[in-house]
């Protein structure tokens, strides 16, 4: 009987020309997706943006022989098949209106968690982006062990959002723009089996669905809609970041931006974001915290080492760190200016400072508290 539903609930989201939101009026009118294929076709063609036309596909097509394939597959490889109306389909997604009807999920993960954050980028990201991305993460995981960081799996900022949690132990989860039997690009098939040990791989798309140029925007409406807030680390001004972050306003979602230098293509996007108010500018993971509202937990949650404690700070270290800190990181230059020193004594005063591990110098001489 449960196989026999869950037919219905595939194959309703198969039907040609009828796409998440007409297939949501169609199950709303009739109470349920196997009712939309019982209903008379007269019936049918009176529901608002269906019509004759549309009601033909509902009833001249084997989608319900697909869905039957795809059940097959789904017990064989332990995936579980999610329909919008069920309890365990991610809250947030549900309340988009062309979410997904049904998502295919390999893998344990709790969606309706606290914390969620999409974490999307350039698919070229310098080394400056991806410490970023990199540090980040590490700062969220180290008060936030809750959070689940979700991305799409793709070359640069993506992958490197999903390493980046597996390595500091917070669930990730990988949306993927193909069906299961594929892993896009296959370079990263051993972090996809890493995801699905440390949180999930979930697709809208059948087992034999192959990547295609269309389903990659497709997929970005999933990562702007099943998270809180959607981060772009880097990004020209075209490209998926960019969609993700257009469709994750259009649903009424927090949009963040790390700035970049203004000749610097890679942070083009970022910038134009944030100069049209479609993202807030954060620099660090602080911000992240004040702007989603998460500083509440910090007494409890927060591990800082203090590390100054245990280390004989001159009063000239001490100037430089706590200067650091106040501005969340300096490039050497500002800190000779702010600290009133030369950039020599500042320079060997800093190499001390990381020795302790209390600073970290990034590109561009930037020097960040740890």
Not at 342 to 357: D, M, R, T, Y
Request: aromatic share 8%.
């Amino acid at each position: 009987m449960a196989d026999e539903l869950l037919k219905y609930k595939i194959g309703i989201g198969l039907i040609p020309k009828i796409g998440p939101v007409l297939t949501r009026r169609l199950i709303a009118y009739c109470g349920s997706a196997e009712a939309v294929f019982r209903e008379k076709r007269t019936n049918l063609e009176k529901i608002p943006g269906i019509g004759d036309k549309l009601a033909d596909y509902v009833f001249k097509n084997d989608v319900l022989n697909k869905a039957e394939e795809e059940i097959s597959f789904i017990e064989k490889n332990k995936v579980k098949a999610v329909f919008y109306l069920d309890n365990d389909y991610p809250e947030r997604l549900r309340h988009c209106e062309d979410a997904p009807v049904i998502i295919f999920i390999k893998g344990i993960t709790d969606f309706k968690r606290p914390k969620v954050l999409s974490v999307v980028g350039t698919r070229n990201p310098t080394d400056y982006g991806k410490e970023l991305c990199r540090q980040l993460i590490e700062d969220l995981a180290a008060v936030h062990p809750d959070l689940l960081i979700v991305s799409g799996l793709a070359y640069g900022i993506d992958i490197c959002a999903h390493r980046s949690a597996i390595k500091n132990k917070l669930d990730t989860a990988a949306v993927l723009a193909h069906g299961f039997t594929v892993i896009y690009p296959a370079v990263h098939r051993e972090t996809a089996r890493q995801i699905i040990d440390h949180g999930a791989l979930l697709t809208e798309f059948l087992h034999h669905e192959q990547p295609e140029p269309n389903n990659f925007v497709k997929r970005n409406r999933i990562i702007a809609g099943i998270a809180d807030a959607t981060l772009v680390v880097e990004s020209g001004r075209q490209g998926g970041a960019m969609i993700t972050a257009d469709i994750a306003n259009s649903y009424s979602r927090d949009v963040f931006a790390f700035p970049g230098r203004v000749f610097d293509n890679y942070s083009a996007g970022c910038n134009r974001l944030i100069k049209t108010n479609r993202a807030a500018l954060v620099e660090d993971a602080h911000d992240i915290e004040y702007l989603m509202g998460w500083q509440k937990d910090d007494p409890k949650n927060r591990k800082e080492l203090q590390k100054e404690l245990f280390v004989d700070l001159s009063d000239d270290e001490s100037s430089l760190l706590t200067a650091i800190r106040e501005k969340s990181g300096l490039t050497i230059d500002q800190i000779s200016l702010h600290c009133e020193m030369p950039v020599s004594k500042a320079s060997a005063l800093l190499l001390n400072l990381e020795f302790h591990g209390l600073v970290k110098c990034l590109p561009g001489k930037l020097y960040k508290p740890v």
